[in-house]
């Protein structure tokens, strides 16, 4: 196997710091049979042609460049191995630039000495390289989305026109969620129902859309681009046929049907019977039975609406539908609900008659104009804000974004409609934050709607005239106002739909401290979720209006696209796996994949589905025998560059061993040394995917072969790629610690520091303080060094 | 007329010294009021609670003089109620200790007479003495 050793002057950026031809006489001595050139710029079209060339001259089978950061120009090198013929992966990058003649500019000679133990770890590196294929998956155009309100639809709709083909999921028997239910919108105070319908109509019509209502998701499985839903629709009992003939909506079933209830989308101020079509804006404008309360279903009692029916389309056999559907991409657009306002007792909702939540009094104002309307408001009504939101009593300490409109929005029609209603709106403070609201909410100032500042703490009902008694502090008079209400309108926050719940748990979609879903950044990734292929759309993600809401659906839309518009999906090759003829089955990895990623095959072995592992190496300190491993950064690879580094250590020198995360700390340690920052010389970097991927074994080896300190460094949690990886490091590195201590060897010897990317200084003090901490204590004694070795190697 | 207010350490200190004391964070008050509203001795106060939040907050060291924390029963209604979950109770608390803290002596010991001390029963000048509180 011949090797290629290409050392890069940068121009004097790394030559006149560290003495190239030194290095050069050194891998000689130490290797022998190796190719060393020497080039002024390596990364430009002549030092590249040099690689080529020399592959194809002297027929190199692995090459290392010592040269800048691998964050640099890795990936120019890579494509210069893959030009002449050999896997991009069996090269080493030497970070002599950034990590060395840089970060030690003045002391050239140590410099030196740190670059030996750089290229040194490469060379033992490249030599166990083997070359890595990138896995190609294939991409269809299937997108499910899961959830019929405004998100869904207008997703729906964007995919569909774009032409994919998107599955459409909605629970409620109609589309429009709770768009639907609304009076008017506002600012502009035009019809949602009027607004949405066309919409609604679209999705039902779109070649491209196939409509699932009163269906669920049974079940939802998949990973990155492939993913596997199991849909249940539940039955209407009315025949569905193509032939929409044959139901002729004729209502004689419901003329004749004898059980009424409180009709969802009128919110209970208005009923239906037990069949019935949602709303005269149902979309698909069909009847079905409500199981629960007909009495067919109850005692058999019944059965009035299939013998009055003239087409005899009624079914009571009718049994729930699986249907199974194979998709590239999932769109979450679950939504709200309100907040149950039941559960703040000192407000009385549920017991007090009119004291009603903000979506009943949406339907009210709806028919408030109405010869008879169905629910009356009386002469004085109070809007109280906050209820559900800003409120930590009850775990809800965000603000809920859009009740402060809709409140104005319901005050205004209300007295646009009955002017001599006396309105007041209790709040904390307003926020008016979209285009044109704020106008909107001095409309309504000028209409006459009080405005007062405080937060009813609790209300009573006058036993009598059930008015309701609201005590408040109007902050700015710094009086209390005692005064009874005919109608008193919670504003009641947004919540993350129940709905949503089992979506969450089967897709594995993480969730913010507000509880609703977890976008990938707040951002750049706004409508990704750390789960590839699945995007989120409306309030399933936060508080929302419809205009956000419309924008953030058409996003999710775009992400789509993005995605699938690429044909193929390119796997990263640095991935776990499992040494088949190693692993004996005893299963304790698999737990530890937050991807779920292990599975144990036919031969009773612990398996690695590539789709599903991001590569972090978390599972490889769970394996007790090491048959987990990780491409790129094997045990193999990294004990042998881990010894190689030390092996020029000299008699009471130190040296800090850092492994860094490639996303985080190593290139923080890069930006040090395109500052020039100093720090100890002791230190010697290492590029990791992961903190976690540090065994104990590889950190008690690394003690053994000469190292006196070792650091790890990750990113914090938040803002790591692996939010579970930290926790693993800890882990490693208490196991050490313990082992260190009985062996009587300073824990303080090893360190987990987080960093985020702007903490240079952070950095160089910490490494520092650690070079500084070994000056004060004894080395390690050369007998513990070899226990420590038997420790991880045996005898 | 408007009272004029200068902002400045003393009454930063005062602020920190009230937070210290009842371990309640008061700059988190929100001003929504929920305490004085729901507060069962309002009609006594002088000052409402949530006035009490706000004067401390912004350093007015003359909210001393007020009775409310005296009428404050420690009922904790404002506690359970208050959405950031402040204890508007600990807060009055903290203002009573700072007042027995300053030690005001009810009678100067100088000027009372031989008789008087002679008919006076002790517990009655221990009680007048470091116990004033306003």
Known sequence: MKTGVYLCQCGGNISNTIDLPKIAKHVKEKKGDILIQENSHMCSGAGQKLIIDDIKNHGLEKVVVAAC??????????????????????????????????????????????AKDIIDASIAKVELDFPLEEKKMQMGDEVLVIGGGIAGIQTSLDLADAGKKVTLVEKQPTLGGKMAILTKTFPTEDCAACIISPKM????????????????????????????????????????????DQCLICTKCVQECPIEQPNYWEQGIMNRKAIYIPAPHAIPYKYLIDKENCLHFKDGSCSICADVCPQKVIDFEQKAEFIDVAVDNVVVATGYDIYDATEKTVFGYGKYKNVVSALEMERIVDHISEKEPPREVGKRVAFVQCVGSRDKQIGREYCSRVCCMFSVKLASLLKQAKPETDIYIFYTDLRAFGKGYEEYYKRSQEMGIKFVRGKPSHFTEDPDTKQVIVTVEDTLSRDIIQSEFDLVVLANGMGLSA???????????????????????????????????????????????????????SAAAG?????????????DPVLAFVHQDICDGCKQCLNECPKKAISINADGKAEINEALCLGCGSCLASCPIEAIDLNYFTNDQMYAQIEASLSNKKEGE??????????????????????????????????????????????????????????????????????????????????????????????????????????????????????????????????TRDKLFTAVRGE | MAKLIKLDDKGVEFLDKIMELSGETITLCDQCGTCSGGCPFIAEMDVNPSQIMRQVMIGQKNIMESKTMWICASCFTCTVRCPRELDVSKVAEALRQVKLR???DFIDIEKISEEEARILPSIAIVGAFRKFTG
Request: glycine share 4%; aromatic share 8%.
């Open chain 1, 69 to 114: 950061s691998p964050h640099f120009h890795e990936k120019t090198f890579r494509a210069a191995l893959q030009k002449a013929g050999l896997n991009p992966y069996v090269l080493e990058i030497s970070n002599f630039r950034e990590h060395c003649s840089w970060a030690h500019k003045n002391e050239p000679e140590i410099a030196t000495e740190k």
């Open chain 1, 201 to 244: 109509a679209a999705v039902q019509d779109h070649p491209n859309i196939t409509l699932y209502t009163n269906s669920e998701i049974e079940s939802i499985a998949g990973h990155r681009l492939h993913f596997e839903a199991k849909i249940k629709k539940n039955p209407r009992f009315i025949l569905d046929t193509i032939d929409m």
């Open chain 1, 499 to 553: 709905a949503s719940e089992p979506i969450a748990d089967q897709l594995k979609l993480a969730k913010s401290d507000d509880g609703f879903f977890k976008e990938a950044h707040p951002k750049y990734r706004p409508v990704d979720t750390l789960v590839e292929g699945i995007f989120l759309a409306g309030t399933a993600q936060g508080p929302k209006d419809i205009p956000d809401t419309v924008t953030q659906a």
């Open chain 1, 559 to 571: 992400r789509v696209l993005a995605t699938l518009a690429q044909k193929e999906f390119s796997l």
């Open chain 1, 654 to 783: 130190k040296r800090i061993l850092i492994f860094a995360d490639e996303n985080t700390v190593y290139r923080l340690a890069d930006a040090c040394g395109v500052r020039k920052m100093k720090y100890s010389t002791d230190s010697r970097i290492f590029r990791i995917p992961s903190g976690s991927r540090m065994t104990s074994n590889l950190i008690k080896f690394a003690l053994s072969k000469g190292a006196d300190a070792v650091m790890i460094g990750d990113s914090p949690e938040k803002s790591s790629r692996f939010a579970w990886a930290n926790n693993v490091t800890k882990e490693n590195i208490k196991q050490v610690q313990s082992a260190l201590n009985d062996l009587q060897i300073e824990p303080e010897r090893l360190i987990f520091k987080e960093y985020s990317a702007g903490e240079l200084a952070r950095f160089t003090n910490d490494v520092d303080a650690i070079a500084e901490f070994l000056g004060t204590i004894a080395p390690i004694p050369n007998e």
């Open chain 2, 102 to 104: 300053e030690a005001i």
